[in-house]
């Protein structure tokens, strides 16, 4: 019996394919098969941001890390995919963020901020004279700060002793060196803890400066570990304590902060 032959389907013609079709599909199916297992810096490097590899060391933490890098915590976190307890390990391998603006700014700064603490020194405003009636300006400085320290999770009285020590909680104050307001926030200090912010400070607005100043010191705190040490980086800078310890100067305006966070504390004005 002769086998039955069935007729041939034909196939539907596709279009034909124009130069630039062609030429698009071939950059996707070549994009398609590239290794993406190790990136190149200039793809991994956010708008804005230079990655840079860390090793993470005995007692180091994630927002020690972003105080030394220049980098944004919350953006560090993200990246590594840290989760929300942020926990690092001694080994673990990191990527951070480094802010290219803040490091720009630090760079600068650093350039004469080796000798902050002398020029703080003498463009210190003196501590006024203990007043006998109300101040409005000075009693608005004190709840504003009280209030910026209890939102970002820092000591009341310490913030009030730093503000008080800078400035006499007076918002009129600018220092030869570029310090501004109750807090005496440096310009590029403000740039730096507008990032945490997640908003521009405007460091002649109270609210802002105030704001600026609390963030710096819960910032300090962290990466310092110690109350004495963050009224130090307070004054001296965080790279300069690390690098050469408490200058003389620094030792006596911790001393002074600390004596005035006591009165206070204690419930008696602050000088």
Do not use: F, K
Not at 217 to 225: F, I, N, P, S
Not at 249 to 254: I, Q, S
Request: hydrophobic share 45%; glycine share 8%.
């Amino acid at each position: 019996m002769a086998a039955t032959t069935h007729p041939r389907r034909r196939l539907p013609r596709l279009p034909r394919l124009t130069a630039a079709v062609a030429a698009a599909l071939a950059g996707t199916l070549a994009a398609a098969v590239v290794d993406t297992s190790v990136a190149s810096p200039a793809a991994a490097d956010p708008p804005g941001r230079r990655i840079v590899d860390h090793r993470v060391r005995a007692g180091e933490t994630v927002t020690g890390l972003a105080v030394r890098y220049h980098a944004w915590t919350a953006e560090l976190v993200a990246r590594n995919h840290l989760g929300p307890a942020a926990t690092i390990r001694t080994g673990q391998h990191l990527e951070i963020p480094v802010v290219l603006a803040a490091l720009s700014q630090h760079r600068a700064h650093h350039h004469r901020g080796h000798h902050r603490a002398h020029h703080r020194a003498h463009h210190r405003v003196a501590r006024p004279r203990p007043v006998h009636r109300a101040d409005p300006a000075r009693a608005a400085v004190r709840r504003t700060v009280a209030g910026a320290a209890a939102r970002h999770g820092v000591d009341p009285q310490l913030a009030l002793a730093v503000a008080w020590q800078e400035s006499g909680w007076q918002m009129d104050r600018r220092s030869s060196a570029g310090a501004i307001g109750a807090m005496q926030v440096l310009p590029a200090t403000g740039a730096w803890m507008s990032l945490y912010e997640g908003r521009r400070l405007r460091l002649h607005r109270l609210g802002d400066n105030a704001a600026a100043g609390t963030r710096l010191l819960g910032v300090l705190r962290d990466a310092t570990g110690s109350r004495r040490r963050t009224v130090a980086a307070y004054y001296q800078g965080l790279g300069a304590l690390r690098e050469h310890g408490l200058y003389g100067e620094t030792r006596h305006y911790v001393a002074d902060v600390l004596a005035i966070r006591h009165r206070l504390e204690s419930g008696l004005p602050p000088a």
